[in-house]
């Protein structure tokens, strides 16, 4: 059982380049989410999702965009990458939205 | 505004010593509150849960935790610390009453000298 799988594990970008960041779970989860993680600023919901179809935004969505067209996958994707998208970011999913949520090992971007 | 403080920034103890790590909210209701655990390069670990109920829950790795609705508080304690126990620790609410949002403290690094 894998639990939560982030690809890639680290990556760099040139200013404006696009990519888009993994996430796949095997525990049939319906709410996933995603993450940044800055120094000194604990973890900021991006965006989430309640289930297939099913997406929201989160607290700094701005320049990501989500989609969620099956339960396992929940992919993140930066348009046109920014000198302040360099962060970690982290892939959760917890079964019900108010439940434990089981993250992945993280994916640490620089954007030069 | 709504948040999640966790007032100690960075904390050491040495091992086998006692810790208490802060953690207070602003949300209303009764929120769902979590802690979780981050060793380097790692993804969060849940160490324990308060949902309801008995406001003094056990976690993983000799942890607890006590929620105390008078002081909008659910600090996190251990007895005895580990070298292993070195991580950054955050605390997270889930409020019941802002739709789907999920919410972290800024963090505390916790480093043990021996």
């Known amino acids: 059982n894998a639990g939560v799988t982030q690809t890639p594990k680290f990556q760099v970008l040139k200013t404006g380049q696009s990519m888009t960041l993994q996430c796949a779970q095997d525990?049939?989860?319906?709410?996933m989410s995603w993450y940044r993680q800055d120094p000194g600023m604990g973890l900021r919901l991006i965006h989430y999702?309640?289930?297939?179809?099913?997406?929201d935004q989160g607290e700094v969505p701005n320049g990501y965009n989500v989609s969620r067209s099956t339960t396992e996958d929940f992919p993140l994707r930066l348009l046109s990458a920014a000198p302040s998208q360099t962060s970690v970011y982290f892939c959760a999913s917890s079964q019900l939205r108010r439940d434990i949520q089981y993250f992945g090992a993280g994916t640490r971007l620089s954007v030069l | 505004a709504q948040s999640v403080t966790q007032p100690d920034i960075h904390i050491t103890v040495s091992e086998g010593a006692s810790l208490e790590l802060r953690c207070n909210y602003s949300y209303g209701a009764t929120p769902y509150l979590f802690w979780y655990v981050q060793s380097p390069g790692q993804g969060l670990q849940l160490l324990l849960k308060?949902?309801?109920?008995?406001?003094l829950v056990q976690g993983i790795k000799g942890f607890e935790a006590e929620f105390k609705r008078s002081q909008s508080s659910f600090n996190l304690r251990k007895p005895s610390v580990h070298w292993s126990d070195a991580a950054e620790y955050f605390c997270?609410?889930?409020?019941?009453?802002?739709?789907?949002?999920?919410?972290f403290g800024t963090g505390t690094s916790l480093t043990v000298i021996p």
């Open positions: 999702s309640v289930g297939a179809g099913i997406t």
């Open positions: 525990m049939n989860h319906e709410y």
């Open positions: 308060y949902f309801s109920g008995d406001t």
């Open positions: 997270a609410v889930d409020p019941s009453n802002t739709g789907n949002q999920f919410y």
